[in-house]
């Protein structure tokens, strides 16, 4: 792989036809995601192997993974979109000091979650949902977790930033190299060493620091904008367009770390199984979203380059292009979880009858509503990389924050189990609802005209 010419990449995302550059670089995205879910996925497997108590806390420690996420998304999205539209303008200089202060800004941060974590293991862990029973495992698998940040946030970042420059296989690379990896490494660590869930942890923490090393290699090798200490620049105006870029990606990921402690605090006197069956759910649930995320980040760099050059039109075909296609996915996607419920929560955790009864309901219950993804998923990045960051950060929120918190503390009590189990599908309904308004609006206001200022398209 060589460096790509800044003009020649330029021509490549505003002249290609829509099509065939989305498509091109879904592929690629798709695979990345998909690979990120599967090794996740690969932990629920082997844990589940090990007890109930341990694939549950493997659901309690999620939250402590999406916080670090967090960061990454943060700086790897504020970065990105940024770098996108500067790219798509011309001006290289101004992309290479926001990567190079994004990145640097998201490897520091991160250092900040991992040695409180560290310090104050177990109260986290019984603030984020764990019983008497689940707790060593939570404690067990949150250490290594948390030694992984700086690496986990870092890779995030990198694979973000290739991404909006149109380098998807290269991000593809990095990710999908240490995903593979930690499948192999699980059953060795866990098993064959007899290390059990300290195991599964261990592997993440490897697999996350060949991705970063991979990625910066990368990085240095193709990317059209680069990262150095020179072009770092602390400034309100860097700062900024991270914060407008990156805002509803925080949202998003803030949100579901506090959606994920509110389900397991709602599931937590229905016993073990029943967070068992909400964390194996929502590792289902991951696959489906790999999909959603993968056309929708191929979107982005198109919708970025191509707004940034002003070409509205190509936006616009960009985004009706990615919602029927997406719609047609999620609909066969719906379809399987609908009918072969069982047979899909029970793959993770086949001994447990209870896991599999109230996992099979939530999962088909979930069906239902999968496909309203497709509109509000490329709504959120239409909204978040043309700069309307307000309208972007409130979808991002609302499907978390606005609806499914306030479910899981209302229901429950009143219906039981089944308040958990319909509070997705309802935020779903919910969330398109708002989306419809708020996404029209903006595509029947873009003209081929001049971008309006910064401080007038954030509304």
């Known amino acids: 792989m060589a460096r790509v010419n800044a003009e020649d990449k330029y021509r490549q995302m505003t002249e290609t036809p829509i099509r065939d550059l989305i498509l091109k670089l879904s592929v690629p995205t798709i695979i990345t995601n998909m690979i990120s879910t599967i090794y996740n996925a690969a932990d629920t497997y082997f844990i589940g192997r090990i007890s109930t108590s341990a694939s549950a806390a493997v659901g309690v420690c999620l939250t402590v993974q999406i916080v670090i996420q967090s960061i990454g998304f943060f700086f790897g999205q504020g970065t990105g979109t940024t770098m996108s539209k500067e790219l798509g303008k011309h001006n290289v200089d101004r992309a290479n000091q926001v990567a190079s202060t994004g990145f640097l800004s998201a490897f520091l941060l991160s250092f900040c979650v991992m040695i409180p974590g560290l310090l104050f293991k177990e109260p986290i862990a019984r603030f984020l949902g764990s019983t008497e029973t689940i707790l060593p495992y939570a404690l067990d698998y949150m250490h290594y977790i948390l030694l992984a940040a700086p690496f986990m946030a870092g890779s995030i970042v990198l694979n973000q930033q290739l991404r909006f420059q149109g380098f998807a296989?290269?991000?593809?690379?990095?990710?999908?190299?240490?995903?593979?990896?930690?499948?192999?490494?699980d059953p060795i660590f866990i098993f064959t060493m007899g290390m059990g869930i300290k195991?599964?942890?261990?592997?993440?923490?490897?697999?996350?620091?060949?991705s970063f090393a991979i990625l910066l290699v990368l990085h240095?090798?193709?990317?059209?904008?680069?990262?150095?200490?020179?072009?770092?620049?602390?400034s309100r105006e860097n700062y900024k367009s991270i914060y407008i870029g990156g805002l509803p990606s925080l949202c998003r990921q803030s949100v579901h770390s506090v959606a994920m402690i509110a389900l397991n605090t709602a599931a937590k006197p229905f016993g073990d199984a029943a967070i068992a069956a909400m964390s194996i759910t929502n590792k289902v649930a991951g696959f489906t979203n790999s999909v959603v995320l993968g056309i929708g980040q191929a979107y982005q760099p198109v919708c970025g380059f191509n707004y940034g050059a002003k070409k509205y039109d190509r936006v616009?075909?960009?985004?009706?292009?990615?919602?029927?296609?997406?719609?047609?996915?999620l609909f066969c996607i719906a379809l399987m979880e609908f009918c072969f419920p069982a047979q899909i929560i029970g793959f993770f955790r086949k001994g447990d009858p209870e896991v599999v009864r109230i996992g099979k309901l939530a999962l088909r219950l979930r069906s239902i509503t999968i496909t309203f993804s497709s509109w509000i998923m490329i709504s959120n990045m239409l909204l978040q990389t043309t700069g309307k960051v307000y309208r972007a950060s409130i979808l991002g929120f609302a499907r978390q924050g606005i609806v499914l918190i306030p479910i899981v503390s209302v229901l429950p009590p009143l219906i039981g189990m089944l308040g958990i189990q319909i509070a997705q599908p309802i935020a779903d309904i919910v969330t398109l609802s708002m989306s419809i308004p708020m996404t029209l609006g903006v595509l029947k206001t873009m003209r081929e005209e001049p971008e309006a200022p910064l401080s007038q398209s954030t509304t």
């Open 169 to 185: 296989t290269s991000s593809m690379i990095g990710i999908t190299t240490g995903g593979i990896l930690n499948m192999f490494m």
């Open 199 to 210: 195991g599964a942890a261990l592997s993440t923490m490897v697999s996350q620091m060949v």
């Open 316 to 329: 616009k075909e960009g985004f009706w292009f990615c919602v029927r296609i997406l719609a047609v996915i």
């Open 220 to 234: 240095f090798k193709v990317s059209t904008a680069r990262l150095s200490l020179k072009a770092v620049k602390i």
